[in-house]
C-alpha cells in the first residue's frame, strides 16, 4: 500500500465534502421535523383533532426517532457509519411519499413514524460519521456544519409550506397543502441518496473491524500521510489499552459519560426549543397574527436560527465549548421568562417575536450545535456508537414528551387561568438553569484535542485503575 500525495487543499477540500456529504442527513432531519409546523394547523382541521391528538400528530414522528436511535447504535457499530446514513435517507423518501397519500390519520401517523424511524438514525450517524472523518482542530466547526444543515432544512421547509400555502383558498390549504407539503421531502430524500455514493466509510469504523490499509487510505485523503500513521498510533494505543471497552460498556468511566451524554441530551429539549420548531406558526396564530404572518414570522425564525448557527460554526473551535454553553443557556433562560412575563400580562405579537427570535439566537449560538458536538467527542470509539444512541435516544424521547404536553399544558383551563399561557416557558426557564448547573460541573473541555485524547483525558481523570500505557 503507498499513500498518494496530495496539497493541503485537495485534502482539505475532500474532508468538507465527505462531511457536507453527511451534513445533509442533518438537513432532512431538520426538514423532515420542521415541515409540521406549517402544515398542523391544517392537519388538525382536516381530521377534526382535539388538543391531544393535535399533539399526537405533531410528536408521532418523535416515537420513531426513539425506535431510530435505538436501531442506529448496533447497526452502525456493526455494519458502519454510511450502512446507517444510507438506511435513513431511504427511511425519508418512502416516508415522504407514505405521508403525502393517507386518506386517515392512522395511515398518516404510521408514515410520520416511519419518518422519526429515518430521522432517529440521521440525528446520530451524521454528527458520529462527521466526527470520526474530521481533524480536530476543525472537528468542532464540521460537527457544527451538521447542525447548520439542520436549520437550513427548517428554514428551506419554512419556505415551502409559505409558498404551498399561498397556492389555494382556505378549503384547498385545509384538503390539499398538507399534503404538497409532505411530498416536498421527495427531493433532498433523493439528493442525498445520491450523493452516498461519493462518501467513503469512516475510517475509525474501518480501523475496529481491522481494514487498517483502507482507513489509511482515507485518513491520507483527509489530513496527509503523517496524519494518518499519527491517527493510526493513537488509535491502536487506545485499543491496546482497552480490549473489552465494547464488552464494559457500563465500567464506572463509562457510566460517568452516559449519565453526561443523556443529561446534556435531554436538557437541549426540555429547554423548549421543539415547541417554537414545531408549534411556532400555530403559537403566533394565537397572538392575533394571520396564516399568512404566522407563517412569515416562523420563516423569520428559521433565518435566525440559520444565521446564528453560522456564527456557532465560526467560535466553536476559538472560544469552546464550554463557554458558548453556558452563554447561550442564560441567555436562553432569560428570553424564555420575557416570553412569560409577556404572556402573563398579554402583549401582541409584534413585541412576543422579539424574546422568541432572541431565544433561538442564544439556542442556536450553543446549545443547538455545541450540544451534537460534545456528545460526538465524548464517547470512546469502542463504544461511540451505542453511547451515542442512548443520549440520542433520551433527547426523542423527551422531545416526545415536551411536544406532546406543550399543547395540553397551553390549552390546561386551570393553567390558562392561573399564568395566562405563561406556564410551559417559565417551567422552560428553569431547565435553563439547570443545563447551566450540568455544564459548570461536568462538562469536559474538549477544543482542539483529537478523540483519542479526549477518550484517554477522561480514563486517567475518572476511573482508571492502572495508568494508560504508550501515552
Known amino acids: 500500500m503507498s499513500l498518494q500525495p496530495q ?3 485537495e485534502r482539505s477540500s475532500y474532508a468538507g465534502r465527505i462531511c457536507l456529504i453527511a451534513a445533509v442527513g442533518g438537513l432532512l432531519f431538520g426538514y423532515d421535523t420542521a415541515v409540521i409546523n406549517g402544515s398542523i394547523g391544517f392537519l388538525q382541521a382536516h381530521f377534526s383533532l382535539s388538543a391531544a391528538m393535535t399533539g399526537w400528530a405533531a410528536s408521532s414522528a418523535l416515537l420513531g426517532c426513539v425506535l431510530g436511535v435505538a436501531l442506529a447504535g448496533p447497526s452502525s457499530d456493526r455494519w458502519g457509519r454510511k450502512f446507517a446514513l444510507v438506511a435513513s435517507g431511504v427511511l425519508f423518501l418512502v416516508s415522504s411519499i407514505g405521508t403525502a397519500l393517507p386518506s386517515t390519520l392512522l395511515q398518516f401517523i404510521l408514515f410520520r413514524i416511519l419518518a422519526g424511524v429515518g430521522v432517529g438514525i440521521a440525528s446520530m450517524a451524521s454528527p458520529m460519521y462527521i466526527a470520526e472523518v474530521a481533524p480536530a482542530d476543525i472537528r468542532g466547526r464540521l460537527v457544527s456544519v451538521n447542525q447548520l444543515a439542520i436549520v437550513t432544512g427548517m ?3 419554512y419556505f415551502v409550506n409559505y409558498f404551498v400555502a ?5 378549503m384547498w390549504r385545509v384538503e390539499t397543502s398538507w399534503r404538497w407539503m409532505f411530498a416536498s421531502g421527495i427531493v433532498p430524500s433523493g439528493i442525498f441518496l445520491g450523493l452516498l455514493f461519493f462518501a467513503p466509510e469512516s475510517p475509525r469504523w474501518l480501523l475496529q473491524r481491522g481494514k487498517s490499509e483502507e482507513a489509511l487510505l482515507i485518513l491520507d485523503r483527509i489530513g496527509g500521510g503523517e496524519f494518518a500513521k499519527n491517527e493510526l498510533q493513537e488509535f491502536r494505543i487506545v485499543a491496546d489499552n ?17 449519565a453526561l451524554g443523556l443529561a446534556l441530551a435531554v436538557l437541549q429539549q426540555i429547554t423548549g426549543i421543539n415547541v417554537f420548531l414545531y408549534f411556532g406558526t400555530e403559537i403566533f396564530k394565537k397572538l392575533g397574527s394571520s396564516v399568512d404572518t404566522a407563517l412569515l414570522e416562523t420563516v423569520a425564525v ?7 448557527t453560522v456564527v456557532a460554526i465560526g467560535t466553536v473551535d476559538r472560544i469552546g465549548r464550554r463557554p458558548l454553553m453556558i452563554l447561550g443557556a442564560a441567555g436562553m433562560g432569560l428570553c424564555l421568562a420575557a416570553m412569560g412575563l409577556m404572556a402573563e400580562v398579554g ?20 446549545v443547538g450545535p455545541v450540544t451534537w458536538v460534545i456528545l460526538s467527542e465524548i464517547f470512546p470509539t469502542a463504544i461511540r456508537g451505542r453511547g451515542l444512541a442512548l443520549a440520542s435516544f433520551g433527547l426523542w424521547v423527551a422531545n416526545f414528551i415536551v411536544s406532546q404536553t406543550f399543547p395540553i399544558m397551553d390549552e390546561n383551563g386551570f393553567l390558562v ?25 461536568w462538562v469536559p473541555e474538549t477544543k482542539g484535542k483529537s478523540l483519542e485524547d479526549i477518550e484517554i483525558t477522561w480514563a486517567l481523570r475518572h476511573s482508571s485503575p492502572e495508568p494508560i500505557q504508550g501515552k
Open 7 to 9: 496539497s493541503a487543499i
Open 155 to 157: 428554514l428551506l421547509i
Open 166 to 170: 399561498r397556492q389555494g383558498d382556505a
Open 242 to 258: 482497552a480490549p473489552a471497552q465494547a464488552s464494559r460498556m457500563f465500567t464506572r468511566s463509562h457510566v460517568r459519560l452516559l
Open 302 to 308: 428559521g433565518a435566525v436560527n440559520l444565521v446564528f
Open 347 to 366: 402583549t401582541s405579537s409584534a413585541w412576543a417575536l422579539a424574546p422568541v427570535l432572541g431565544y433561538i439566537a442564544f439556542f442556536a449560538l450553543s
Open 417 to 441: 387561568a392561573h399564568f395566562h399561557h405563561a406556564f410551559p416557558f417559565l417551567v422552560f426557564s428553569l431547565m435553563c438553569g439547570v443545563l447551566i448547573l450540568v455544564t459548570v460541573k
